[in-house]
Nanobody, 120 residues
Framework: QVQLVESGGGLVQAGGSLRLSCAAS????????MGWYRQASGKQRELVAT???????NYADSLKGRFTISRDIAQNMVYLQMNSLNPEDTAVYYC??????????????WGQGTQVTVSS
């Protein structure tokens, strides 16, 4: 079981930057992968970025270069640095943890989400 708490969302002007934080209740080195997803109004939740326990990253093609996922292992924290924000980035951003329960079984945990609003 993993509890996740996001923070750092808010209102930002177009072209600005924001850093989101995700605090996990256990060591993120014991979590197979951490990630960020977002859901805009009226749309499905979509991948933003993932970071495996081994340090491999993956980004949505449209976001690569603007967004960066990182971690602080000692603090059980995962971050999402967002640069050059535009109104299309407006969404609720969710932290995700994927853990392995057995040889072929995995479970996903989600935070409550943090609202990011980018003004024109």
């Amino acid at each position: 079981q993993v509890q996740l708490v996001e923070s750092g969302g808010g209102l930002v002007q177009a072209g600005g930057s924001l850093r989101l934080s995700c605090a996990a209740s256990k060591s993120i080195t014991s979590i197979n992968a951490m990630g960020w997803y977002r859901q805009a109004s009226g749309k499905q939740r979509e991948l933003v970025a993932t970071l495996t326990s081994g340090g491999n990253t993956n980004y949505a093609d449209s976001l690569k270069g603007r967004f960066t996922i990182s971690r602080d292992i000692a603090q059980n924290m995962v971050y999402l640095q967002m640069n050059s924000l535009n109104p299309e980035d407006t969404a609720v951003y969710y932290c995700n943890a994927r853990v392995t329960l057995g040889p072929i079984v995995m479970r996903d945990y989600w935070g409550q989400g943090t609202q990011v609003t980018v003004s024109s």
